[in-house]
């Protein structure tokens, strides 16, 4: 397994972009996710690793900015006072509220 595939902490994630620190406890820990429930107090996750819901979920974010980045935007978002970022094909307004997903 790869480093990138196994990101231990933010320092680690920032080598390869934006990375977003999120509670465990807002993401449901799936098949795919080697873990326990009570063993991860964080995921560290990329942005290509998030993706909005079509239901709402726990982790509710609000968009705070949008960049474009050639083919997608990647967008910038706060939940709490943590940033959250994750990549999507279009830009999204400024204020508004989300609910992601991930792959983990």
Same mark, same amino acid.
């Given at each position: 397994? @790869? ?6 902490n933010?320092?680690? @994630?920032?080598?390869?972009?934006? @990375?977003? /620190?999120?509670? @465990? &406890?807002? =993401? ?6 080697? !873990?326990?429930? %009570?063993a ?5 996750? =990329? ?7 079509? /239901?709402? *979920?726990? =982790?509710? +974010? !609000? /968009? +705070?900015?949008?960049?474009?980045? $050639?083919?997608?935007? =990647?967008?910038? #978002?706060?939940? $709490?006072? %943590?940033?959250?970022y ?9 204020? *508004? #509220?989300?609910?992601? !997903? &991930? #792959?983990?």
């Amino acid at each position: 397994m @790869a480093i990138y595939d196994n990101l231990d902490n933010k320092y680690q @994630a920032d080598f390869f972009g934006e @990375a977003s /620190v999120i509670d @465990a &406890a807002l =993401l449901p820990c799936g098949e795919n996710d080697n !873990t326990s429930k %009570n063993a991860k107090k964080n995921h560290i996750l =990329l942005p290509h690793q998030l993706y909005i819901s079509e /239901v709402k *979920t726990p =982790l509710e +974010v !609000t /968009v +705070v900015m949008s960049f474009y980045q $050639g083919n997608h935007y =990647l967008i910038q #978002t706060i939940q $709490g006072e %943590n940033n959250i970022y994750f990549y999507h094909p279009l830009a999204l307004k400024k204020g *508004t #509220t989300q609910y992601l !997903t &991930a #792959t983990l």
